[in-house]
Each structure stands twice: as C-alpha cells, then as structure tokens.
C-alpha cells in the first residue's frame, strides 16, 4: 500500500454497494394495461376507450360503470363520458399474440414498452415514432389526416410514475374548474339577492305611487263631489228664495191688502 507499486482499496471495495433497483415493474403494469381493461381487468376486446391518463377500457364495461354508478374512486377523473375518448385502434392480425393491438401504418404491436399516442380529436391511435419515421411536421394525423394540437394527444400505456404525474394534473384542473364553479354560483347568488332587492323596492315605490294617486284621485272626487254639492245647492237656493218671496209677498197682500 505504501512505494510497493501497488493501488489504493476504493469504497466500492470495501463496501458492498446495492445495485441500483430496475423499474421491471413498471414495466409489468405498462404490458397490463396494453392488455387487460384498466377498470374491469378483463382481456380488452373491441370497442375501446381511453381517458387523459392513457389507461385503455372496454368501453361496454365502462358505459355499464356509469349507467351502474360504480365508478371506484381511483377513477374519480371519469367524472363523465366527456372525459373518455372512443378509439379508432387497430385489431393485431396474429389472434396468436398475446397484445391484441398494433399500429395499423407501422404494424408495431401495442405491448406497453413500445410508446403509443392517441388523439383526443380523431380517437386515432398509432406508433410514437411513426411522426418521425414519415417526417411529417404539421400537427395532422398520420392515418386520417385531421389536425390537432399537442394537449389533443394522449400517451397510452403509461408507467405508474407516469400516470401519477397525469393524475396530478388532472386533479388540480378538476379542482380549478370546481372552484370557478362555486366562485359563479356566489356571484349568481349575490347577483340575485341585488337584483331581488332592486325589484323589492321598485315594487314598493310603485306601490307608493299607486297609493299616492288613489288618494290624489279620491282627494279630487271628494272635490268634485263638494264642488257638484255647492252648485246644487246654489242652483236649489235660487228656487227656494223665490219660493219664500212669494209667500213674503202673498202673506203681506193680505195683511195689508193689495197696494
């Protein structure tokens, strides 16, 4: 160890050092899920459905799931039928092969370690790399041919790593949207209360309105009667007055004889 030509004993010789763990079972989970129906756990048989994480379904097996309510809670981002995509997918042409499903341009089988993409506009679903492969630089589908942008694609058959990462995401959009929910229904109900209050006291100033010009018009009938009663009774007086000079008249004639 000292001036013999000889070297010094590193750490990892002394010191067994833990290899570093392979992430095989993610990559078990990854063929499942390109394999079985994510929520049932049966073998995935056409019609299929995807949602935002990438998870595949049976989409018969999921429409019962709604109709049913039976919806677990580790699926609470399936809030609706909004929020799953119907695929077009291609069925694997070896019924042999244990992955059902292959990209129908490149014929790469949909395995789980091979990264597929799905578009959320178009329910199209092919090989990741197929883009690259046919140099195409637009944002269009490469089997059908219909644009789309890149929050439309969906990667499928992801890791756990991976579809907890989404998960996240997708809760913090659920979140946000219910927030700006609640925020519209305060708003509506404040809205509401103002607009109830404006009209409670519209309808007490047309209210007093309408009592103030019942009284106005009963002030000028009472006036108009009074006015009616004067009249009468001048128009009366003059012939009473007439009447009483007559008998003023005939009562001095024969008092005192006709002059």
Not at 13 to 37: G, I, M, Y
Not at 110 to 124: I, S, V
């Amino acid at each position: 160890m000292g001036n013999d030509g000889g070297s010094f004993a590193e750490r990892a010789e002394l010191v067994k050092l833990k290899k570093p763990e392979k992430r095989v079972e993610s990559l078990l989970v990854a063929k499942q899920r390109a394999q079985f129906c994510s929520l049932t756990k049966e073998r995935l048989r056409k019609p299929i459905a995807c949602c935002r994480i990438g998870y595949l379904y049976n989409y018969d097996s999921l429409l019962k799931a709604f109709m049913d309510k039976k919806i677990p809670q580790e699926f609470k981002h399936l809030q609706n039928l909004k929020k799953i995509k119907k695929l077009n997918i291609t069925e694997n042409p070896d019924q042999n092969n244990e992955f059902p499903f292959v990209c129908p341009i490149s014929q790469k089988s949909l395995n789980g370690k091979e990264k597929f993409q799905a578009l959320w506009t178009c329910g199209c679903v092919f090989y990741e790399k197929l883009i690259k492969d046919l140099k195409i630089k637009e944002l269009k589908c490469p089997i059908c041919t219909k644009p789309y942008t890149e929050k439309d694609i969906v990667q499928l058959c992801p890791t756990n790593e991976e579809a907890e990462i989404k998960k996240a995401q997708l809760y913090k959009e659920i979140e946000l949207k219910e927030k700006q929910k609640e925020d519209q229904k305060k708003q509506l109900k404040v809205s509401d209360t103002v607009d109830n209050l404006e009209q409670q006291q519209k309808k007490k100033v047309c209210t007093e309105e309408q009592k103030f010009k019942g009284q106005t018009m009963e002030n000028n009938k009472l006036q108009n009667h009074t006015q009616d009663l004067k009249h009468n009774e001048i128009y009366q007086s003059l012939f009473h007055q007439q009447h009483k000079l007559e008998d003023n008249l005939f009562t001095r004639n024969v008092r005192f004889g006709n002059r």
